[in-house]
C-alpha cells in the first residue's frame, strides 16, 4: 500500500535532516521532490499543484517557529497536508433517527462491490447491529449467489430476488429488502447494486431508480484503488449520475500507487469512509485520514495496531498472563506461551502487524519475505510435547527432544532451538516484571 509514494517522500524528506535552517533552494528541491512523488503515485494534477503549492507555502515560514527544528516542521507540514487531501476528519456513518438506516453500494462491476457488502455487514454486526443484505446485482450472473455465500460466511441474512421477492427487477428487491428489514427489525440495510464494465446512461438510470425506491441514508461509491486516474474520472460519472455520499477504496493491498486514495476526495467533495486492503472479510476498516497520512509517510500507525490488539486479545487472558509475567499466577510456561502466539496471530498476519509499527517502511522487504509458518512450526513442536512437558519445560532432556521432534517433523535442533528460547524469554519476562512488566504482549519467536 503506497510503498513508493511512501518511499519518496520519506527519502525527499530525509534530505532535510539536521539542516538547522532552511534556504529557498532546499524548499524548492524537496518541493520539486513531492511533485514527482505524488504524479507517479498517480495524483490527479489539480491536486499535486494545490498540495506542492501549500507545502511550499507554509515551508517558507517554518523557520519562525516553535519547538520543531525546520525538518521537522516541514514533515508535520506535509502530513498535515496529507490529512487535508485526504479528507481531515474521519467521516463516519450517518445512522438513521429511525432505523433500519439504509445503505446503498454503487459501482463498477469488478469494483469489489460484492465482497464489500458482506465486509461491510460483518462490521456492522461487530459494532452491535442487526444487518441484513440485500442482493439487488441481477446483473452479473453470479452477483447474488456471491452475495448469499458471503452473507453466510459473515453470518448476515440475505435478502434476494426469489418469487414473491420481485424476481428480474432490482428495484423491486431492493425495496422489498428495505421493507423486510422494517418488519423483521433489522436497524441496517446494504443493499449491493449492479455495476457495468464501464460507466453507461443504463447502469446509472438503474442505480438512480433503486435510490429513489429506497431512500438511502447513505450512498458508498465503491471504488478500486488500483484504476488509478480512472478512478477519479468514475467517481465524477457517478457523482452526476447518481450522487453519493462517501467513498469505499478496495483492494489497498494491491500495488497501488495510491493515487485514487489521494485524489478523490478533493476533486469530488466526498470522503473516504472505509478501506479495504484484501479479499478476507475482515480486511476492513474504517478510513482514518490522520493514520493514512502516518502510514505514508512511515510514522506507523499505533492507534490501528492498538485497536486490532484490543480486538484480538481476551482481557481475561491478558490478565492472567500480566499475572504470571508478575510472578502471581505461577510460572510462565509453554502452553502460556504457545496460547499468547494464537492471540497474536488473531490479530492478522505478522506481516501486516508489523508493518505498522513506525519506520518500518526501510524493512518491507523483509516483512513481505518473513515465513509465516515458522509460527505453524512453533505450534507443531508445542502441540507435540506432553502436557507435563509443556508444564515444566525443564525435564525436556534429549530423549524427549527426539521424541517430539519426530512427532512434529522437525529437526531436533529447532526443537533445541524453541525450548533454549522459550528459557531465555521466560528470564526477560521476569526481569522486566520487576519494573513493570508487559502484560499480555507474547514472545515473538524469532
Ligand atoms: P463486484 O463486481 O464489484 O461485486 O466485485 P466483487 O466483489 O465480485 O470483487 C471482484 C474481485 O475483487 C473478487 O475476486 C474479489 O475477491 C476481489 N476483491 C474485492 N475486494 C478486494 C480487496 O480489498 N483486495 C483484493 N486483493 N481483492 C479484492
Redesign the pocket.
Same mark, same amino acid.
Not at 498535515?80 to 438513521?96: F, K, S
Not at 446483473?139 to 459473515?154: K, Y
Not at 478500486?224 to 450522487?243: E, K, R, S
Not at 522486566?432 to 514472545?443: D, E, Q, W
Given at each position: 500500500m503506497f510503498a513508493t509514494l511512501s518511499d519518496r517522500l520519506t527519502a525527499s524528506l530525509k534530505n532535510l535532516r539536521g539542516k538547522g535552517r532552511l534556504s529557498e533552494a532546499d524548499i524548492d528541491a524537496t518541493a520539486r521532490e513531492i511533485r514527482i512523488a505524488l504524479l507517479e503515485a498517480d495524483v490527479a494534477l489539480p491536486v499535486v499543484k494545490q498540495f506542492v503549492a501549500a507545502v511550499k507555502e507554509r515551508a517558507r515560514g517554518a523557520e519562525v517557529s516553535g519547538a520543531l527544528n525546520p525538518a521537522q516542521q516541514v514533515v508535520k507540514i506535509v502530513h498535515e497536508e496529507l490529512v487535508t487531501i485526504l479528507g481531515g476528519e474521519t467521516r463516519r456513518v450517518r445512522m438513521a433517527k429511525q432505523p433500519p438506516t439504509v445503505i446503498m453500494l454503487a459501482? #463498477? $462491476?469488478?469494483?469489489?462491490? +460484492? +465482497?464489500?457488502?458482506a465486509?461491510l455487514a460483518l462490521w456492522f454486526k461487530e459494532q452491535g447491529n442487526s444487518p441484513l443484505l440485500v442482493a439487488a &446485482?441481477l446483473q452479473?450472473p *453470479? @452477483?447474488v449467489n $456471491?452475495l448469499q455465500v *458471503?452473507g453466510e460466511r459473515a453470518g448476515v441474512k440475505v435478502w434476494a430476488p426469489e418469487p414473491g421477492n420481485g424476481v428480474g427487477d432490482p428495484v423491486a428487491v431492493a425495496r422489498g429488502g428495505v421493507e423486510e428489514a422494517r418488519r423483521t427489525l433489522h436497524d441496517v440495510v446494504i443493499v &449491493?447494486t449492479a !455495476?457495468r464494465l464501464g460507466v453507461d446512461a443504463d447502469l446509472m438510470q438503474q442505480a438512480a431508480d433503486i435510490r429513489d425506491a429506497v431512500d438511502p441514508d447513505e450512498v458508498l461509491f465503491?471504488v478500486?484503488a488500483m484504476i488509478g486516474q480512472d478512478a477519479v474520472n468514475t467517481a465524477q460519472a457517478f457523482l452526476d449520475g447518481v450522487g453519493f455520499d462517501g467513498v469505499v477504496l +478496495?483492494? #489497498?493491498? !494491491?500495488d497501488a500507487r495510491g493515487g485514487a486514495a489521494l485524489s478523490i476526495r478533493s476533486i469530488t467533495g466526498r470522503p473516504i469512509m472505509f478501506a479495504? @486492503?484484501?479479499?478476507k472479510l475482515t480486511?476492513?476498516d474504517t478510513f482514518h485520514p490522520d493514520r493514512m497520512a502516518s502510514r505514508i509517510l512511515d510514522m506507523g500507525d499505533v492507534l490501528t495496531l492498538i485497536e486490532q490488539a484490543e480486538k484480538a486479545f481476551d482481557a481475561e487472558q491478558a490478565a492472567k498472563a500480566a499475572a504470571k509475567l508478575t510472578g502471581q499466577g505461577g510460572e510462565f510456561t509453554l502452553d502460556d506461551f504457545l496460547e499468547q502466539m494464537l492471540q497474536l496471530r488473531k490479530m492478522g498476519s505478522l506481516t501486516k502487524i508489523m508493518g505498522m509499527l513506525p519506520g518500518m517502511g526501510q524493512f518491507r522487504d523483509q516483512l513481505a519475505n518473513f515465513d509465516e509458518r515458522e509460527i505453524d512450526r512453533v505450534q507443531a513442536i508445542i502441540r507435540s510435547m506432553t502436557p507435563a512437558e509443556r508444564n515444566d519445560p525443564k525435564m525436556i532432556d534429549g530423549s524427549r527432544r527426539a521424541r517430539i521432534a519426530r512427532g512434529s517433523g522437525v529437526h531436533v535442533s529447532e526443537v533445541n532451538n524453541l525450548v533454549e528460547r522459550f528459557f531465555e524469554a521466560r528470564k526477560m519476562m521476569k526481569s522486566l516484571a520487576g519494573g513493570g512488566g508487559i502484560p499480555g504482549m507474547p514472545g515473538i519467536p524469532g
Amino acid at each position: 500500500m503506497f510503498a513508493t509514494l511512501s518511499d519518496r517522500l520519506t527519502a525527499s524528506l530525509k534530505n532535510l535532516r539536521g539542516k538547522g535552517r532552511l534556504s529557498e533552494a532546499d524548499i524548492d528541491a524537496t518541493a520539486r521532490e513531492i511533485r514527482i512523488a505524488l504524479l507517479e503515485a498517480d495524483v490527479a494534477l489539480p491536486v499535486v499543484k494545490q498540495f506542492v503549492a501549500a507545502v511550499k507555502e507554509r515551508a517558507r515560514g517554518a523557520e519562525v517557529s516553535g519547538a520543531l527544528n525546520p525538518a521537522q516542521q516541514v514533515v508535520k507540514i506535509v502530513h498535515e497536508e496529507l490529512v487535508t487531501i485526504l479528507g481531515g476528519e474521519t467521516r463516519r456513518v450517518r445512522m438513521a433517527k429511525q432505523p433500519p438506516t439504509v445503505i446503498m453500494l454503487a459501482g #463498477l $462491476q469488478g469494483a469489489g462491490k +460484492t +465482497t464489500l457488502a458482506a465486509k461491510l455487514a460483518l462490521w456492522f454486526k461487530e459494532q452491535g447491529n442487526s444487518p441484513l443484505l440485500v442482493a439487488a &446485482d441481477l446483473q452479473r450472473p *453470479n @452477483a447474488v449467489n $456471491q452475495l448469499q455465500v *458471503n452473507g453466510e460466511r459473515a453470518g448476515v441474512k440475505v435478502w434476494a430476488p426469489e418469487p414473491g421477492n420481485g424476481v428480474g427487477d432490482p428495484v423491486a428487491v431492493a425495496r422489498g429488502g428495505v421493507e423486510e428489514a422494517r418488519r423483521t427489525l433489522h436497524d441496517v440495510v446494504i443493499v &449491493d447494486t449492479a !455495476g457495468r464494465l464501464g460507466v453507461d446512461a443504463d447502469l446509472m438510470q438503474q442505480a438512480a431508480d433503486i435510490r429513489d425506491a429506497v431512500d438511502p441514508d447513505e450512498v458508498l461509491f465503491v471504488v478500486d484503488a488500483m484504476i488509478g486516474q480512472d478512478a477519479v474520472n468514475t467517481a465524477q460519472a457517478f457523482l452526476d449520475g447518481v450522487g453519493f455520499d462517501g467513498v469505499v477504496l +478496495t483492494k #489497498l493491498d !494491491g500495488d497501488a500507487r495510491g493515487g485514487a486514495a489521494l485524489s478523490i476526495r478533493s476533486i469530488t467533495g466526498r470522503p473516504i469512509m472505509f478501506a479495504s @486492503a484484501g479479499e478476507k472479510l475482515t480486511d476492513f476498516d474504517t478510513f482514518h485520514p490522520d493514520r493514512m497520512a502516518s502510514r505514508i509517510l512511515d510514522m506507523g500507525d499505533v492507534l490501528t495496531l492498538i485497536e486490532q490488539a484490543e480486538k484480538a486479545f481476551d482481557a481475561e487472558q491478558a490478565a492472567k498472563a500480566a499475572a504470571k509475567l508478575t510472578g502471581q499466577g505461577g510460572e510462565f510456561t509453554l502452553d502460556d506461551f504457545l496460547e499468547q502466539m494464537l492471540q497474536l496471530r488473531k490479530m492478522g498476519s505478522l506481516t501486516k502487524i508489523m508493518g505498522m509499527l513506525p519506520g518500518m517502511g526501510q524493512f518491507r522487504d523483509q516483512l513481505a519475505n518473513f515465513d509465516e509458518r515458522e509460527i505453524d512450526r512453533v505450534q507443531a513442536i508445542i502441540r507435540s510435547m506432553t502436557p507435563a512437558e509443556r508444564n515444566d519445560p525443564k525435564m525436556i532432556d534429549g530423549s524427549r527432544r527426539a521424541r517430539i521432534a519426530r512427532g512434529s517433523g522437525v529437526h531436533v535442533s529447532e526443537v533445541n532451538n524453541l525450548v533454549e528460547r522459550f528459557f531465555e524469554a521466560r528470564k526477560m519476562m521476569k526481569s522486566l516484571a520487576g519494573g513493570g512488566g508487559i502484560p499480555g504482549m507474547p514472545g515473538i519467536p524469532g
